[in-house]
């Protein structure tokens, strides 16, 4: 039985469906890239090439903010999914990054108010027999092609929306 730990957001949960996020190609992989992939009925997924998250790594270097990277990285591409999939309901996010699933809400509430208003975000395992997890793997082996594919200053756009992010030179 899967353990979830609740991170609510809004609890009208009446009548919601469930979708699941689940990533391949850790963030910090920067030799790898990274897919995010929200699914259910329905399914998206986000390709971050190696290239696109060197470039921001040596962004977030250059401005002494580099223990910032991951965790900033991994909520503007979650960010970007959830409001291309904005009328969801409750989203399971795979926990990648144990322990640190208040950080990631936090920042997920300043880079979208959308998120704070319209999701459930819960932060859980998703499992191997996830769709999620499955359509995360083909896009990342090649064999599916992704939805979208995101640029560095796709994402730092989203970063931006933050505290740290505005401070961000350079970029």
Do not use: H
């Not at 890239?33 to 090439?49: A, P």
């Not at 499992?127 to 599916?144: L, N, Q, W």
């Amino acid at each position: 039985m899967k353990k979830i730990k609740k991170e609510v957001i809004n609890k009208d949960t009446k009548g919601i469906k469930n979708y699941e996020i689940d990533q391949s190609g850790k963030i910090e992989q920067t030799n790898k890239d990274t897919v995010l992939c929200l699914s259910n009925g329905i399914w998206d997924t986000i390709l971050v090439k190696a290239e696109t998250k060197r470039s921001l790594l040596e962004v977030f270097r250059r401005n002494g903010q580099i223990r910032n990277f991951i965790l900033f990285t991994f909520s503007a591409i979650l960010a970007i999914i959830i409001e291309r999939n904005i009328n969801l309901g409750r989203i399971v996010i795979d926990r990648e990054y144990y322990g640190k699933e208040p950080i990631i809400k936090k920042l997920l509430e300043e880079m979208s108010t959308k998120i704070k208003e319209r999701a459930i975000l819960e932060f859980g395992l998703v499992g191997k027999t996830s769709r999620a997890d499955f359509i995360a793997g083909e896009v990342f082996s090649g064999k599916i092609k992704p939805k979208s594919t995101i640029t560095k200053e796709e994402l730092l756009k989203v970063i931006k929306k933050t505290e740290v992010g505005k401070q961000l030179k350079d970029a």
